[in-house]
């Protein structure tokens, strides 16, 4: 059973920044891409980066040049690091991955953006 858990969310200050970590719990996690979504309240769920297995990466434009998205395939997990950080960023930030058994999601980790 693939297991995604992301960590690492918080309450910051506008122009700060938080690492977010997604931990997987198979060991194929290192060989699958990870994404990396948010949804603020009342809104849809976005796209926000993604990596690839090899280390390729996708941004959203709303987050290039402020975010990172980085991995340890070593230690089956995944990063987002996140600086410069604005009030419009507050979200709950998701990892997920595609298996041949179906797509997975973690639990959501909260980030606040105070202005």
């Known amino acids: 059973q693939v297991q995604l858990v992301e960590s690492g969310g918080g309450l910051v200050q506008g122009g700060g920044s938080l690492r977010l970590s997604c931990a997987g719990s198979?060991?194929?996690?290192?060989?699958?891409?990870i994404g990396w979504f948010r949804q603020a309240p009342g809104k849809e769920r976005e796209f926000v980066a993604r990596?690839?297995?090899?280390?390729?990466?996708y941004y959203a434009d709303s987050v290039k040049g402020r975010f990172t998205v980085s991995r340890d395939n070593a230690q089956n997990m995944a990063y987002l690091q996140m600086n410069s950080l604005k009030p419009e960023d507050t979200a709950v930030y998701y990892c997920?991955?595609?298996?041949?058994?179906?797509?997975?999601w973690g639990q959501g980790t909260q980030v606040t953006v105070s202005s």
């Open positions: 997920n991955g595609g298996w041949s058994t179906g797509v997975y």
């Open positions: 198979v060991r194929t996690f290192s060989n699958r891409a």
């Open positions: 990596i690839n297995w090899s280390g390729g990466t």
